[in-house]
Protein backbone atom coordinates (compact mmCIF):
# COMPACT_ATOMS: atom_id res chain seq x y z
CA UNK A 1 0.00 0.00 0.00
CA UNK A 2 2.65 2.60 0.72
CA UNK A 3 3.74 2.06 -3.05
CA UNK A 4 0.78 2.48 -3.99
CA UNK A 5 0.37 5.83 -2.19
CA UNK A 6 3.60 6.57 -3.28
CA UNK A 7 2.96 6.10 -6.97
CA UNK A 8 -0.15 8.13 -6.95
CA UNK A 9 1.91 11.00 -5.41
CA UNK A 10 3.88 10.51 -8.17
CA UNK A 11 1.31 10.85 -10.88
CA UNK A 12 -0.24 13.83 -8.96
CA UNK A 13 3.60 15.63 -9.60
CA UNK A 14 3.30 14.74 -12.78
CA UNK A 15 -0.13 15.95 -13.64
CA UNK A 16 0.76 19.33 -12.29
CA UNK A 17 3.09 20.23 -15.00
CA UNK A 18 -0.26 20.71 -17.18
CA UNK A 19 -0.65 24.58 -17.45
CA UNK A 20 -3.76 26.07 -15.58
CA UNK A 21 -5.46 29.21 -15.62
CA UNK A 22 -5.53 31.69 -12.91
CA UNK A 23 -7.82 31.31 -9.71
CA UNK A 24 -11.06 32.73 -9.97
CA UNK A 25 -11.78 33.00 -6.40
CA UNK A 26 -9.43 32.92 -3.17
CA UNK A 27 -9.14 29.64 -1.17
CA UNK A 28 -10.04 29.73 2.14
CA UNK A 29 -7.13 28.38 3.98
CA UNK A 30 -8.71 25.84 6.55
CA UNK A 31 -7.45 22.49 7.25
CA UNK A 32 -10.70 20.90 9.33
CA UNK A 33 -13.76 23.34 8.67
CA UNK A 34 -15.51 23.46 5.45
CA UNK A 35 -16.90 26.42 3.34
CA UNK A 36 -19.49 26.44 0.58
CA UNK A 37 -16.99 26.76 -2.10
CA UNK A 38 -17.25 23.74 -4.18
CA UNK A 39 -14.26 22.78 -7.42
CA UNK A 40 -14.68 24.29 -10.40
CA UNK A 41 -17.16 21.77 -13.03
CA UNK A 42 -14.40 19.74 -15.13
CA UNK A 43 -11.67 20.57 -12.78
CA UNK A 44 -9.07 18.58 -10.82
CA UNK A 45 -7.23 19.74 -7.77
CA UNK A 46 -4.33 18.21 -6.09
CA UNK A 47 -3.36 18.66 -2.36
CA UNK A 48 -1.17 17.29 -0.15
CA UNK A 49 -1.51 17.97 3.59
CA UNK A 50 0.58 17.02 6.97
CA UNK A 51 -0.13 17.19 10.93
CA UNK A 52 2.59 17.05 13.01
CA UNK A 53 1.51 16.43 16.50
CA UNK A 54 2.72 16.22 20.05
CA UNK A 55 2.13 13.26 22.49
CA UNK A 56 2.59 12.99 26.08
CA UNK A 57 3.53 9.54 27.61
CA UNK A 58 4.72 8.53 23.87
CA UNK A 59 6.27 9.43 20.42
CA UNK A 60 5.29 12.35 18.24
CA UNK A 61 4.01 11.61 15.03
CA UNK A 62 3.65 12.83 11.32
CA UNK A 63 0.54 12.02 9.42
CA UNK A 64 -0.10 13.34 5.87
CA UNK A 65 -2.97 12.49 3.23
CA UNK A 66 -3.07 13.00 -0.29
CA UNK A 67 -6.40 14.39 -1.90
CA UNK A 68 -7.92 14.76 -5.65
CA UNK A 69 -10.77 16.67 -5.59
CA UNK A 70 -12.97 17.08 -9.06
CA UNK A 71 -16.04 19.12 -9.78
CA UNK A 72 -18.36 17.13 -11.18
CA UNK A 73 -20.83 20.01 -12.22
CA UNK A 74 -21.52 23.03 -10.16
CA UNK A 75 -23.50 21.41 -7.30
CA UNK A 76 -21.73 18.15 -6.63
CA UNK A 77 -17.76 17.96 -6.10
CA UNK A 78 -16.64 14.36 -5.24
CA UNK A 79 -12.81 13.90 -3.56
CA UNK A 80 -10.66 10.80 -2.87
CA UNK A 81 -8.54 11.06 0.38
CA UNK A 82 -5.40 8.63 0.70
CA UNK A 83 -4.11 8.76 4.24
CA UNK A 84 -0.85 7.64 6.20
CA UNK A 85 1.19 8.23 9.02
CA UNK A 86 4.73 7.93 10.58
CA UNK A 87 5.15 7.62 14.66
CA UNK A 88 8.53 8.68 15.13
CA UNK A 89 10.59 5.88 17.40
CA UNK A 90 7.65 3.28 15.83
CA UNK A 91 6.71 2.90 11.90
CA UNK A 92 5.25 3.98 9.28
CA UNK A 93 1.76 3.07 7.96
CA UNK A 94 -0.71 3.22 5.59
CA UNK A 95 -4.01 4.06 7.32
CA UNK A 96 -7.04 4.51 5.35
CA UNK A 97 -9.06 5.67 2.47
CA UNK A 98 -11.49 7.95 2.14
CA UNK A 99 -14.04 9.18 -0.61
CA UNK A 100 -16.01 12.42 -0.18
CA UNK A 101 -18.99 14.22 -1.91
CA UNK A 102 -20.27 17.50 -1.10
CA UNK A 103 -23.79 18.84 -2.61
CA UNK A 104 -24.86 22.52 -2.57
CA UNK A 105 -28.69 22.55 -2.98
CA UNK A 106 -28.71 26.22 -3.59
CA UNK A 107 -27.29 27.14 -7.06
CA UNK A 108 -26.90 31.22 -6.23
CA UNK A 109 -25.19 32.94 -3.33
CA UNK A 110 -27.19 33.57 -0.10
CA UNK A 111 -27.12 34.87 3.11
CA UNK A 112 -26.30 31.48 4.62
CA UNK A 113 -24.99 28.90 1.71
CA UNK A 114 -25.86 25.16 3.31
CA UNK A 115 -23.69 22.57 1.53
CA UNK A 116 -24.77 18.66 2.25
CA UNK A 117 -21.73 16.68 2.79
CA UNK A 118 -20.97 12.56 2.87
CA UNK A 119 -18.20 10.42 2.99
CA UNK A 120 -17.33 7.21 3.38
CA UNK A 121 -14.16 5.79 5.30
CA UNK A 122 -12.28 2.52 5.04
CA UNK A 123 -9.48 3.19 7.87
CA UNK A 124 -7.28 1.28 10.65
CA UNK A 125 -7.53 2.81 14.02
CA UNK A 126 -3.59 4.12 12.91
CA UNK A 127 -5.39 7.40 11.23
CA UNK A 128 -3.57 10.14 12.93
CA UNK A 129 -4.81 13.01 10.58
CA UNK A 130 -6.99 14.83 13.48
CA UNK A 131 -9.11 16.08 10.30
CA UNK A 132 -11.50 16.70 12.33
CA UNK A 133 -13.33 16.88 15.78
CA UNK A 134 -15.35 13.47 16.62
CA UNK A 135 -16.84 11.65 19.77
CA UNK A 136 -14.53 11.10 22.78
CA UNK A 137 -11.20 10.88 20.91
CA UNK A 138 -8.64 12.06 23.00
CA UNK A 139 -5.06 12.35 23.23
CA UNK A 140 -4.50 9.03 25.16
CA UNK A 141 -5.99 6.65 22.20
CA UNK A 142 -2.55 7.78 20.25
CA UNK A 143 -0.28 5.74 22.75
CA UNK A 144 -1.13 2.69 21.48
CA UNK A 145 2.27 1.23 18.82
CA UNK A 146 1.43 0.74 15.15
CA UNK A 147 1.56 -2.56 14.87
CA UNK A 148 -1.95 -2.75 17.31
CA UNK A 149 -3.64 0.14 15.89
CA UNK A 150 -3.33 -1.07 12.04
CA UNK A 151 -5.05 -4.60 12.54
CA UNK A 152 -8.00 -2.68 14.12
CA UNK A 153 -10.09 -1.53 10.88
CA UNK A 154 -13.50 -0.13 10.46
CA UNK A 155 -15.66 1.60 8.01
CA UNK A 156 -17.37 4.63 8.58
CA UNK A 157 -20.15 7.03 7.20
CA UNK A 158 -19.80 10.40 8.44
CA UNK A 159 -22.07 13.45 7.56
CA UNK A 160 -21.87 17.09 7.60
CA UNK A 161 -24.05 20.10 7.30
CA UNK A 162 -21.73 22.75 6.33
CA UNK A 163 -23.11 26.32 6.70
CA UNK A 164 -21.06 29.30 4.95
CA UNK A 165 -21.18 32.94 4.77
CA UNK A 166 -19.62 35.62 3.02
CA UNK A 167 -19.86 39.45 4.41
CA UNK A 168 -17.51 42.38 3.32
CA UNK A 169 -14.68 39.84 2.50
CA UNK A 170 -15.30 37.88 5.78
CA UNK A 171 -16.07 34.21 5.33
CA UNK A 172 -17.31 32.33 8.72
CA UNK A 173 -18.28 28.84 8.58
CA UNK A 174 -19.88 25.92 10.60
CA UNK A 175 -20.03 22.78 10.22
CA UNK A 176 -21.96 19.75 12.49
CA UNK A 177 -20.71 16.27 11.87
CA UNK A 178 -22.69 13.34 12.81
CA UNK A 179 -20.27 9.57 12.35
CA UNK A 180 -21.20 6.22 12.55
CA UNK A 181 -18.70 3.29 12.77
CA UNK A 182 -20.77 0.64 10.70
CA UNK A 183 -20.22 -2.11 13.39
CA UNK A 184 -23.02 -1.28 15.15
CA UNK A 185 -21.64 1.62 17.40
CA UNK A 186 -23.00 4.95 18.36
CA UNK A 187 -23.49 8.07 16.09
CA UNK A 188 -20.37 10.31 17.25
CA UNK A 189 -20.75 13.71 17.10
CA UNK A 190 -17.93 17.06 16.39
CA UNK A 191 -18.57 20.60 15.83
CA UNK A 192 -15.68 23.12 13.28
CA UNK A 193 -16.21 26.78 13.29
CA UNK A 194 -13.81 28.88 11.13
CA UNK A 195 -13.62 32.61 10.02
CA UNK A 196 -10.97 33.98 7.44
CA UNK A 197 -10.36 37.34 5.76
CA UNK A 198 -7.94 38.42 2.86
CA UNK A 199 -5.38 41.24 3.49
CA UNK A 200 -6.66 43.23 0.88
CA UNK A 201 -9.88 43.47 -0.68
CA UNK A 202 -9.00 45.39 -3.50
CA UNK A 203 -7.29 43.49 -6.40
CA UNK A 204 -4.06 44.39 -8.25
CA UNK A 205 -4.29 46.11 -11.74
CA UNK A 206 -1.19 43.91 -12.02
CA UNK A 207 -0.78 39.98 -11.83
CA UNK A 208 1.14 39.35 -8.75
CA UNK A 209 2.91 36.90 -6.19
CA UNK A 210 3.22 39.18 -3.18
CA UNK A 211 0.10 41.19 -3.74
CA UNK A 212 -2.28 41.86 -0.18
CA UNK A 213 -4.97 40.30 -1.42
CA UNK A 214 -3.51 36.84 -2.35
CA UNK A 215 -2.96 36.04 1.41
CA UNK A 216 -5.42 35.19 3.67
CA UNK A 217 -5.69 35.07 7.26
CA UNK A 218 -8.10 33.68 9.94
CA UNK A 219 -8.84 30.57 12.77
CA UNK A 220 -10.47 27.35 13.57
CA UNK A 221 -12.20 26.15 16.32
CA UNK A 222 -12.87 22.21 16.55
CA UNK A 223 -13.51 19.14 18.71
CA UNK A 224 -15.59 16.45 19.53
CA UNK A 225 -19.73 16.40 21.01
CA UNK A 226 -19.54 13.07 22.42
CA UNK A 227 -22.42 10.10 20.79
CA UNK A 228 -25.86 9.02 21.17
CA UNK A 229 -25.32 7.68 25.20
CA UNK A 230 -23.18 10.40 26.07
CA UNK A 231 -23.43 13.66 24.32
CA UNK A 232 -21.42 16.66 25.48
CA UNK A 233 -18.11 17.89 26.19
CA UNK A 234 -17.20 14.88 28.61
CA UNK A 235 -14.27 13.16 27.23
CA UNK A 236 -13.78 15.10 24.19
CA UNK A 237 -10.91 16.85 23.14
CA UNK A 238 -11.13 20.80 21.30
CA UNK A 239 -8.37 22.88 19.46
CA UNK A 240 -8.02 26.67 18.12
CA UNK A 241 -5.58 27.01 15.68
CA UNK A 242 -4.51 29.81 13.59
CA UNK A 243 -4.73 29.81 9.78
CA UNK A 244 -3.17 31.10 7.20
CA UNK A 245 -3.05 30.94 2.82
CA UNK A 246 -1.17 32.40 0.02
CA UNK A 247 -2.71 31.79 -3.53
CA UNK A 248 -0.51 32.60 -6.26
CA UNK A 249 -1.91 33.22 -9.68
CA UNK A 250 -0.62 29.71 -11.33
CA UNK A 251 -3.12 27.95 -9.11
CA UNK A 252 -0.31 26.80 -6.28
CA UNK A 253 -1.98 27.78 -3.07
CA UNK A 254 0.03 27.14 0.50
CA UNK A 255 -1.78 26.47 3.99
CA UNK A 256 0.01 26.79 7.07
CA UNK A 257 -2.34 26.31 10.72
CA UNK A 258 -0.64 25.87 14.20
CA UNK A 259 -2.81 24.82 16.43
CA UNK A 260 -3.03 23.98 20.58
CA UNK A 261 -5.41 21.96 22.66
CA UNK A 262 -7.79 23.44 24.75
CA UNK A 263 -8.04 20.98 27.28
CA UNK A 264 -5.90 17.92 28.94
CA UNK A 265 -7.36 15.49 26.61
CA UNK A 266 -5.86 17.40 23.72
CA UNK A 267 -2.88 17.14 21.50
CA UNK A 268 -0.87 20.62 23.07
CA UNK A 269 0.25 21.26 19.90
CA UNK A 270 -0.46 20.50 16.40
CA UNK A 271 1.58 22.02 13.17
CA UNK A 272 -0.34 21.88 9.47
CA UNK A 273 0.74 22.75 5.82
CA UNK A 274 -0.25 22.12 2.72
CA UNK A 275 0.18 22.61 -0.96
CA UNK A 276 -2.15 21.98 -3.58
CA UNK A 277 -2.52 23.07 -7.24
CA UNK A 278 -6.02 23.59 -9.58
CA UNK A 279 -6.17 21.76 -12.64
CA UNK A 280 -8.78 23.47 -14.70
CA UNK A 281 -10.25 21.68 -17.91
CA UNK A 282 -8.52 18.40 -16.34
CA UNK A 283 -12.30 16.89 -18.16
CA UNK A 284 -11.38 18.32 -21.92
CA UNK A 285 -7.43 16.91 -21.01
CA UNK A 286 -8.67 13.86 -20.62
CA UNK A 287 -11.13 13.43 -23.37
CA UNK A 288 -8.21 14.72 -25.95
CA UNK A 289 -5.32 11.83 -24.30
CA UNK A 290 -8.58 8.91 -25.18
CA UNK A 291 -9.27 10.39 -28.46
CA UNK A 292 -5.79 10.48 -29.32
CA UNK A 293 -5.71 6.61 -28.50
CA UNK A 294 -8.67 5.92 -30.35
Not at 87 to 100: A, L, Q, R, V, Y
Not at 118 to 129: I, L, M, N, R
Not at 142 to 164: A, C, D, H, M, Y
Not at 247 to 275: A, I, Q
Request: hydrophobic share 35%.
Amino acid sequence: MTRVLLGLVFIAAMLSIYPCRPLEAQENPYFVTYDHNLEEPGSLEIEYFSTFGTQRGGNDFHAFWTEFEYGVNGWWTTELYLDGQTTFHDSTIFTGIKWENRFRPLKREHWINPVLYVEFAHKSDGDKTIKEGEGHDVEADFLTPNSELRKGIKNEVELKLILSSNFKGWNFSQNTLAAKNLANEPWEFGYALAASRPLALKASATRCRFCRQNFIVGAELYGGLGDRHNFGLNDTSHYLAAVGGWNLPSGWTFRLSPGFGLNDNSHKFLLRWGVSREISGFDQLLRRMFRGKS
